[in-house]
Structure formats: structure tokens, C-alpha cells
């Protein structure tokens, strides 16, 4: 199967950064004991508090170390009080769960698909008259729109509303050049939240875990909720080895850069419409038999990409393509190429 549906490298990664094998290593006993980053205890949870501390350039008391990155973006706001959630228009769906499974009141930021920027007016026009929102910002690009947000987006949002708490996910920055330390920002301000997941910024999206950046005021909430060991054993030996690599790291994203190349370099040829930007991810517009094509996609090639009809405006008849890996682009832009030849056909 190729799996372009999630932003995943998927395992063909290792045919690119074959390193990364030699780094699951797994000894006996590992599925007997538990690991807590989060504690002083033990060498294998030290170590990777340690890893991803000096890969954020912080120190240890600055970071809390948790699983799925997506459950605890839901647990946020009733942690921090808040009494409404706000999200950017047409960016990732999953932060909208938050709302609902706090049951508070959602509110969006106004973004067209096709907007290049979201405007700092547009945030403060629905943020300022909230009573204690908390923001949720995609960052440096939305998913999947791929509009820019920047830093002058959540100032302006702390400016005026002096009661709000913006969450930074930062989940794509390595696929874009950053000009913004979003981890500073959020040290600098104790409204501010800076979130990651190794699925996105490591390329180890099996490992399921999560770090936050903050004041104490915004990881202490955090601290008293997580769960004690919310890391396996095999993830936490897994991710303190990667993250203390930065050159695999860099590897890992240049080779999904790569494959972004391969559907940029194609796209132009086929007369569809499209959209590509800093994301590990191209949009592609398939029309009203959208869902035929993915079906068949699916059923006859092996090859999962994501049909957007219902997760954002304006893009009803389009799919979006994960960059994984070159070679598994090349397979799924012939794929597509065949079955919409043989549509034009019919």
C-alpha cells in the first residue's frame, strides 16, 4: 500500500535513510517496563527528555513530553479554563474536536483556500470580544489550504484579547525556510502554547508522541494531567537516538521535499488544477467523480489519498496527495495520470 492520505513518510523511508533501521533496536524486556520521560526515573526516559529539550534549544523544565498530539490538543481547553475555541478557517479539522469534546462554543478566523496569508485583522475581529478563547494556530502554513501564518498573527491576537491562549502547532516547519522561532514566542509569553509531534517534525509517526513548550504557568496544567507513561518503551529508545541526530532529521524531510518535487514537476504536464505550497502536500482538482477515482485508486492500485469534499470550503471534487517518498510519487502521478486518461476516454 502507498499511503498518501496522512503526511507520513511511510516505511519506504528506509530505501532513502536506511540509519533509521539501525536505530529500532529493541531489547528484551522492553514490553515488561514502563518509560516516563516526564520524571526522573530511569535512563531511557531521561535520555529522551534530554534529545528533545537540545533539539529545541531549552532546557529540561521547559518541555512535557505526551502521546497522540492530536487527544491532548482536545484536553486544552478546559485545562486552561477557556470558554470558546477558535480556529482558522478551512485549517486542520482536528482542532475543531477540541471544541466538542469540551463542549464549548467554536468560532472561526475567516481564510479563504486560496488566500496566501492570513491577516492579523481578520484573528483580531474574532478573537477580541471572546470571553477567555483559545486559539488554535497552524504554523508556518494551515492544513490543507497551505495559507502562511505568522507570528504577527498571534501578537496581534494577545494584543487584543488580553485573556486569550494561543496554541503554536508547529507540526510542518521543517518544510519551510523559518524566519520565526516559534519556541521562543512562546517562552516570551505565558499565553502561549508550542506544541510538536514526532509524527510530522521526526517522521516517526508510529512512535505517537507530543512535546510542549511553555512558561510554567502553561505546562503545569499540562504536567498534572498527563498521564504518567505516555510513551512506549520502543518509541521513547526510538525517538531519543533521532532527535539527538539532526542530520537524519534533515535527511527525513529532504527526501519528502523531494517527492513534493516529483508531483510539482508533473502537475503542470496534465491540464488539472492545482495547489502546492511549503506542506509535505499537493491539492489536486479530480471533479465530480472524485470519489470513483479514489475507490479506484484504492481498490486497484494500492494507493490511499484523500478525498476533501467535507473538511474544507471550496474544495468539493478535490484530493489531496501526501508527499511520502519520490519512488512512491512517481507510482501514484502514473496511477493518477492512467485513470484520468481513461475518464477523458469514456
Known amino acids: 500500500m502507498i499511503y498518501a492520505d496522512n503526511n507520513a513518510t511511510g516505511r519506504r523511508i528506509l530505501n532513502y535513510v536506511p540509519e533509521l533501521a539501525l536505530l529500532e533496536v529493541v531489547q528484551q524486556g522492553d514490553m515488561a517496563e514502563y518509560v516516563n520521560p516526564n520524571a526522573d526515573r530511569g535512563p531511557v526516559g531521561r535520555e529522551l527528555k534530554r534529545a528533545l529539550a537540545t533539539l529545541e534549544g531549552i532546557n529540561d523544565d521547559q518541555i512535557v513530553i505526551d502521546g497522540s498530539g492530536l487527544n491532548r490538543l482536545k484536553l486544552l481547553p478546559n485545562l486552561y479554563g477557556a470558554k470558546s475555541v477558535v480556529t482558522i478557517a478551512n485549517d486542520f479539522p482536528g482542532y475543531k474536536a477540541a471544541a466538542t469534546s469540551c463542549n464549548l462554543p467554536h468560532h472561526e ?35 490543507p489550504g497551505q495559507t502562511v501564518v505568522g507570528l504577527d498573527v498571534a501578537h ?30 512562546a517562552l516570551q509569553h ?3 502554547l508550542y506544541m510538536n509531534v514526532a509524527a510530522k517534525d521526526l517522521g516517526s509517526c508510529g512512535a505517537r508522541a507530543s512535546w510542549m513548550i511553555g512558561t510554567k504557568e502553561m505546562l503545569d496544567p499540562i504536567r498534572q494531567d498527563v498521564c504518567p507513561y ?15 541526530k539532526s542530520h537524519l532529521v534533515d535527511k527525513i524531510h529532504a527526501v519528502q521535499r523531494a517527492a513534493v518535487d516529483v508531483y510539482r514537476d508533473w502537475l503542470p504536464s496534465t491540464g488539472l488544477k492545482y495547489k502546492t505550497g511549503a506542506g509535505p502536500w499537493v491539492l489536486v482538482h479530480i471533479g465530480p467523480d472524485v470519489s470513483s477515482v479514489v475507490k479506484d485508486l484504492e481498490e486497484s492500485q494500492g494507493i490511499l489519498v484523500q478525498d476533501q469534499a467535507g473538511k474544507a470550503t471550496d474544495l468539493t471534487g478535490w484530493i489531496r496527495i501526501s508527499a511520502n517518498v519520490p519512488c512512491d510519487a512517481v507510482k501514484v502521478a502514473a ?12
Not at 475581529?125 to 478563547?133: F, M, S
Not at 496511477?335 to 469514456?346: I, Q
Request: charged residues 25%; contains cysteine; proline residues 6%.
Open 109 to 143: 478566523i475567516p481564510c479563504g483556500i486560496w488566500e496566501p496569508r492570513l491577516r492579523e485583522d481578520e484573528a483580531v475581529k474574532v478573537v477580541a470580544a471572546l470571553d477567555r478563547p483559545i486559539v488554535f494556530l497552524s504554523m508556518p502554513v494551515t492544513n
Open 156 to 185: 496581534a491576537i494577545l494584543q487584543a484579547n488580553p485573556r486569550a491562549f494561543v496554541i503554536i502547532d508547529s507540526a510542518y516547519r521543517r518544510d519551510n525556510v523559518l524566519s520565526e522561532d516559534y519556541v521562543r514566542f
Open 190 to 192: 505565558e499565553r502561549v
Open 230 to 244: 505516555p510513551v512506549s518503551m520502543h518509541a521513547a529508545r526510538f525517538l531519543a537516538k533521532l532527535a539527538a
Open 335 to 346: 496511477a493518477l495520470s492512467e485513470r484520468m486518461l481513461a475518464m477523458k476516454v469514456a
